[in-house]
């Protein structure tokens, strides 16, 4: 009689008639165990699972020797893990960034009417860069307005006050649009 097992598909309680690797994951501490279905016990009516190996939680990158207990479809199977895995950390930090952007903004801002940051020329290009980039990115449809240049060295008040309040602008936008 043939069982599902969520392990390796079509299990005949020890005969696998499909050769379908499936691996666990477990994290414990920094570390990620893998484990690897290697049969059923109909002594101790448990599956088998043996461990491969681990994975860095941080870094994933594999333990010594990890890679060569792996057979090729076990080898194949962890490199979409890890895939995923990097995906989804990758996922996040932009999430947490952009949570964080509006309020970044809102400081530097800050800090250019205070007068405690004094920008340079370089910098006030790439500001300016970086935002239209932002702009267009978050509302790609709408025609360019007239973008400010990086004022020059005499310039130096009305400056710190355009790039503030184009700062102050597209947090104000983020924000209504995260909302």
Known sequence: MLYYHEYCRYTDYGTTLRKETKMRYQRQGHRIKVLAYRGYDRE??????KMLGSLNAYTLEPSSGTMEKLSDAERK????????????INDDCLGTEMALLTGRLQHLAEGLKAGKIKPDDAWRAEAFNALNTLRMALAPNVEP??????PTQEKTDGSLYLVALAIAAIAGYIAYLWL
């Not at 101790?44 to 699972?49: E, T």
């Not at 490199?79 to 989804?88: F, G, H, L, S, V």
């Open 145 to 150: 307005t007239a973008v400010a240049v990086p």
């Open 77 to 88: 199977e962890l490199a979409e893990y890890i895939a995923t895995q990097r995906a989804k």
């Open 44 to 49: 101790n009516r448990r599956s088998i699972m």
